[in-house]
T-cell receptor, first 113, second 118 residues
């Protein structure tokens, strides 16, 4: 079955530091890949997505590239801000139809001034 | 577009009572909605897939008689926690997919409902 593995947190960075949160996956075929962000006490918001190999999703300075050869979808940001403090979930969904979304365990990011 | 709402955002109830949580797609029709449960500092666990006009599909280990799901219209799904107990206290999140939007299976999430059972 499908699975997502992401690095355990928490990750603590100083403001303006470079961020990488690793995510690898196991799936058949070509799933769609997502990063969701959850701020304290709130639901999930889609941060970015990629639907095929070599696609790069980007939003709000965050980027992730769909790497089929390494089955990875690492999240990066060049300069984090305090407002980026949240929990980040890597996820995938199988191709076609009403497929379930499989989530990673989440990585808490704390950015300190 | 693609907004999902949940009501209530927070609910506190006594042990043994039932609680209903509503999930609405505000600007699109969702033939399928999903219900998740999230424990503190943990990931989301899919409880069930809610299908408009038919029975929900429950994940293994989820008690269908305890967590009643009704998807009576294309914009509304409800989750009723029956005879709630303290161990049912959790954060419940629903999501929906907009079939007219794209084929990536992106799901749009509600803001969640915090249930506390005393």
């Amino acid at each position: 079955g499908n699975s997502v593995t992401q690095m355990e947190g928490p990750v603590t960075l100083s403001e303006e530091a470079f961020l990488t949160i690793n995510c690898t996956y196991t799936a058949t075929g070509y799933p769609s890949l997502f990063w969701y962000v959850q701020y304290p006490g709130e639901g999930l918001q889609l941060l970015l997505k990629a639907t095929k190999a070599d696609d790069k999703g980007s939003n709000k300075g965050f980027e992730a590239t769909y790497r089929k050869e390494t089955t990875s979808f690492h999240l990066e940001k060049g300069s984090v801000q305090v407002s980026d403090s949240a929990v980040y979930f890597c996820a995938l969904s199988g191709p076609g139809g009403y497929q379930k979304v499989t989530f990673g365990t989440g990585t808490k990011l704390q950015v300190i001034p | 577009g693609a907004v999902v709402s949940q009501h209530p955002s927070r609910v506190i109830c006594k042990s043994g009572t039932s609680v209903k949580i509503e999930c609405r797609s505000l600007d699109f029709q969702a033939t399928t909605m999903f219900w998740y449960r999230q424990f503190p500092k943990q990931s989301l666990m899919l409880m069930a897939t809610s299908n408009e006009g038919s029975k929900a599909t429950y994940e293994q280990g989820v008690e269908k008689d305890k967590f009643l799901i009704n998807h009576a219209s294309l914009t509304l799904s409800t989750l009723t926690v029956t005879s709630a107990h303290p161990e049912d206290s959790s954060f419940y999140i629903c999501s929906a997919r907009d079939p007219d939007r794209d084929v990536s299976n992106e799901q749009f999430f509600g803001p969640g409902t915090r249930l506390t059972v005393l």
